[in-house]
């Protein structure tokens, strides 16, 4: 079926060093796409979105990119810190009521 | 803005049971959208509610129900509870007009027993 799937499950980085986290996804109408943090034992926290007339968006730190043509999605977080460690979800919404569908998640570790 | 709020956070039954979960949303937001968050199927949209109707539907079975009230809070009810229904249910809001970025509450974390 469709879905939105992680390429990596874990990534572990250095503080200090950039990050990448890949999302690809299935369905060419999805048209907005959004990044979520979520530590232990709380909700998932909104970090930045995108939608699908755009190609990059950049928030404080990170920034988003979208490839339509290879169904694409990443989050790059610069300077990464040990306060950055968490689960990232990539969500995708196709119209405009509120189901998102998420991909599996990728378990970011920073160490100090 | 106090952000989006679930009662209760924890919660054990054992099956057959049944329970209701609540979630209020920011103030303003008039839709509430509700997820089932497990190890094994990750997060899985459950509904959408909008101005007390429901506007869209995951794949679950009938059990699973909600609803919203005047106010934008909302419920929702599991019924005859099952092992697998053991879960982190989130609900998320947003103002509902347009495609908009969804908050989520901090969940419920069930535990059927």
């Known amino acids: 079926g469709e879905s939105v799937g992680l390429h990596l499950p874990t990534l572990s980085v250095q503080e200090g060093d950039n990050s990448i986290i890949n999302c690809a996804y299935s369905?060419?109408?999805?048209?907005?796409f959004i990044w979520y943090k979520q530590e232990s034992g709380k909700g998932p926290q909104f970090i930045i979105d995108i939608r699908s007339n755009m190609d990059k968006r950049q928030g404080q730190r990170v920034t988003v990119l979208l490839n339509k043509t290879v169904k694409h999605l990443s989050l790059q977080i610069a300077a990464t810190q040990p306060g950055d460690s968490a689960v990232y979800f990539c969500a995708e919404n196709r119209n405009s009521y509120g189901k998102l569908t998420f991909g599996q998640g990728t378990i970011l570790t920073v160490h100090p | 803005k106090a952000g989006v709020t679930q009662t209760p956070r924890y919660l054990i039954k054992t099956r057959g049971q049944q329970v209701t979960l609540s979630c209020s949303p920011i103030s303003g937001h008039r839709s509430v959208s509700w997820y089932q968050q497990t190890p094994g199927q990750g997060l899985q949209f459950l509904f959408e509610y909008f101005s007390e109707t429901q506007r869209n539907k995951g794949n679950f079975p009938g059990r699973f129900s909600g609803r919203q009230f005047s106010n934008s809070r909302s419920e929702m009810n599991v019924s005859t509870l099952e092992l697998g229904d053991s879960a982190l249910y989130l609900c998320?809001?947003?103002?509902?007009?347009?495609?908009?970025?969804?908050?989520f509450g901090p969940g419920t974390r069930l535990l059927v027993l």
């Open positions: 998320a809001s947003r103002p509902g007009t347009t495609q908009e970025t969804q908050y």
């Open positions: 369905n060419s109408a999805s048209d907005y």
